[in-house]
């Protein structure tokens, strides 16, 4: 692959030698062209919409009452960051990050080892099923989950009735602690193949030789995984815990079907959206809003500085590289 | 020969946990969409006996209109949707295969902020200038938001894609005679369809998965996608869950879901690891 990729861009160079500066120019002219429609609609849709939010979140805004629009500088942000409806849902939102993460990453790294060394004829098999989940529309996922629970049609109940705080009439839904059970249940079901795939993307780039050698040198199963495996593939690892901990952080859909944010499980972006659509309060919704993509940046940002994520690895990293290659 | 005997059937029950944890739920609520009002309060796994009844009252009875006119929606916008990104990405994910321009890692930046920008965020604006400007409940005012979900991972996937195709071979084509059109029709076309065809899946997926744009933007039957629809769905009376008829909805829009991975779940796991991880 990388040979191929370096030598498109060198045998260009040698063509466009003569008139450099000319061709350099239509080809930046073609580039912007030929990219720039994806470019704009993707800024249009989301740089824009964020410029408005934090606007709107300056302002005392209901959409019931348009005259009554007032400019309340941040105003909206005390309010939030004094009042435990807020908090609550914050620490939810960050409880169930940490832990899904956390669960995924386990289950996920199971996952990809199942599917790496499994013999080759399961390995289609396998693949095809953790699809599935990854395919299936999360509010499909939520429904499933909410019936298997549910206190009327739901199995679990039953089968489970042997054990200790479990029993006919254990209502799921009604108290938090099992409520946000069964969220990060669906929530690691649906999403778990995705880190899996990337983690098995990871462990086939360590070379075999590395755990041979180990293997030579006497090293256990779990030595030769713990030393050997995972420290060769700290690069997929990283990208996969970020990408899964920004989505998670934004968590919505498992939430609104089982409990709509009863029994104290909202989470932040359920908050943002009851406070602008449900109740038309804009510029308090606007401000959670902010609130929310302000995390995201931040969560990006530590990872990035801190853990030295090199989130860009897979689409620039080696066309960059390689453009350097030709250059230099 | 034991311990290969061993290792098999450890692999083998290995396996069978894997195919267990993910049809597990989805065959859960299959069951649920076979089981009459009756079995559905019975706490049973499967039904006691099977009934279509309640694939009749999404297709044919009273939960017809809602069901129908939000899969059309869902089918419509998500392809409308997936198309326009697909041709988009092609040709940006082209140029930053392809040209060297200033602005290439802005462009692939963007795409890596878009990706990770929470929808919610921009859902409240949205709803804001869509009901200004008319865009509030209609095909177009979701088409848009959804180009933000599916764009950037493909030109992500695109972008790995087009790298590893080898470019020479265009030149090598002309210079066998070929015009610049022929060749890359015959030499690029064939090795870069397999790419934008996992990509229009993997967009696909994300489309058809939206919930909060489909809430948020929509109020009536008009562009209601069904996620978002069976949040709507009542029961036949004011004191019956809708319990049967959401879990036969659920399995019918799973179904173009399991059909693509079964035919294509080869080029799914290699277009969504080469996106992320280099391939």
Redesign the interface.
């Known amino acids: 692959m990388t040979d191929t990729v370096k030598s498109a861009p060198a045998s260009r160079r040698q063509r466009e030698k003569p008139k450099k500066s000319e061709r350099a120019r239509a080809e930046t002219r073609l580039g912007w062209i030929l990219a720039g429609p994806a470019f704009v609609i993707m800024l249009a849709v989301t740089a824009y919409p964020i410029g408005q939010a934090v606007f709107d979140s300056l302002y005392s805004f209901r959409l019931t009452a348009p005259d009554d629009r007032s400019f309340v500088f941040l105003d909206n942000y005390i309010l939030l960051f004094t009042d435990w409806g807020f908090w609550r849902p914050f620490l939810v939102t960050v409880l169930i990050t940490v832990v899904t993460v956390a669960v995924e990453l386990v289950l996920g790294f199971a996952l990809a080892l199942v599917m790496h060394r499994a013999l080759k004829s399961l390995r289609g098999l396998l693949r095809t099923a953790i699809l599935v989940p990854y395919g299936i529309i999360t509010v499909v996922s939520a429904f499933a989950w909410y019936y298997m629970f549910d206190i009327n049609s739901g199995f679990v109940n039953n089968w489970f009735s042997w054990l200790p705080g479990i029993s006919d009439e254990l209502d799921w839904f009604s108290n938090f602690g099992t409520a946000v059970t069964v969220i990060m249940a669906s929530e690691i079901w649906k999403t778990t193949p995705f880190i899996a795939l990337l983690l098995l993307a990871g462990l086939a780039q360590v070379p075999d030789e590395l755990v041979e050698a180990a293997k030579v040198d006497g090293a256990t199963r779990w030595q030769q995984f713990y030393r050997v495996t995972v420290p060769n593939m700290k690069a997929a690892i990283m990208v996969a815990v970020l990408f899964r901990a920004l989505d998670a952080f934004r968590i919505f859909d498992n939430v609104f079907i089982m409990t709509g944010g009863e029994a104290n499980t909202e989470v932040l972006a359920l908050l943002a959206y009851r406070q602008s659509i449900s109740r038309l309060e804009i510029g308090l919704g606007s401000a959670v809003s902010v609130v929310l993509f302000a995390c995201v940046l931040l969560i990006c940002f530590v990872a990035i500085k801190l853990f030295k994520v090199d989130l860009a690895s897979g689409t620039d990293a080696g066309g960059g590289k390689a453009k350097k290659g030709g250059k230099g | 020969m034991s311990v290969t005997t061993k290792t098999?059937l450890g692999?083998?029950i290995?396996?069978v946990?894997?195919?267990g944890?993910?049809?597990f739920?989805?065959v859960?609520?299959f069951a649920?969409s076979f089981k009459t009002p009756g079995d559905?309060?019975n706490?049973?796994?499967w039904p006691t006996s099977w009934t279509l009844a309640n694939y009749e009252m999404i297709f044919v009875g009273q939960a017809q209109e809602l069901f129908l006119t939000a899969l059309r929606n869902s089918i419509g916008i998500t392809l409308i949707a997936t198309f326009i990104a697909v041709v988009?990405?092609t040709?940006?994910a082209?140029?930053?295969?392809?040209?060297?321009?200033?602005?290439?890692?802005?462009?692939?930046?963007?795409?890596?902020?878009?990706s990770?920008?929470?929808?919610?965020?921009?859902?409240?604006?949205?709803?804001?200038?869509w009901r200004q400007i008319g865009l509030y409940d209609t095909w177009l005012g979701l088409i848009?938001?959804y180009?933000?979900l599916t764009?950037?991972i493909s030109?992500?996937t695109l972008?790995?894609f087009f790298?590893?195709?080898?470019?020479?071979l265009e030149?090598a084509a002309q210079v066998d005679g070929a015009t610049q059109w022929q060749a890359f029709r015959k030499a690029i076309v064939p090795l870069a369809a397999p790419g934008v065809f996992t990509t229009a899946i993997i967009a696909f997926?994300i489309a058809?998965?939206d919930?909060?744009y489909g809430?948020?933007l929509t109020s009536t039957e008009a562009a209601r996608p069904?996620?978002a629809a069976?949040?709507f769905f009542t029961g036949a009376s004011q004191f019956e869950?809708p319990?049967g008829a959401?879990?036969a909805a659920?399995i019918v829009?799973?179904i173009p879901?399991?059909v693509?991975?079964?035919l294509f779940?080869?080029q799914?796991?290699s277009g969504?690891?080469?996106?992320?991880?280099?391939?």
């Open positions: 098999r692999w083998a290995a396996a946990l894997v195919l944890y993910s049809l739920p989805v859960a609520i649920n559905l309060g706490q049973r796994f988009l990405a040709l940006c082209y140029a930053i295969a392809r040209l060297d321009f200033p602005g290439k890692r802005l462009v692939l930046g963007a795409a890596l902020a878009v990770i920008f929470p929808v919610i965020s921009v859902v409240t604006p949205l709803f804001n200038v848009i938001p180009l933000s764009l950037p030109i992500w972008s790995a790298r590893q195709i080898p470019w020479d030149l997926f058809w998965n919930f909060v809430i948020s069904v996620p069976l949040a869950q319990t959401i879990s659920a829009v799973t879901v399991v693509l991975v079964l779940q080869r799914i796991v969504l690891t080469q996106g992320a991880v280099k391939g």
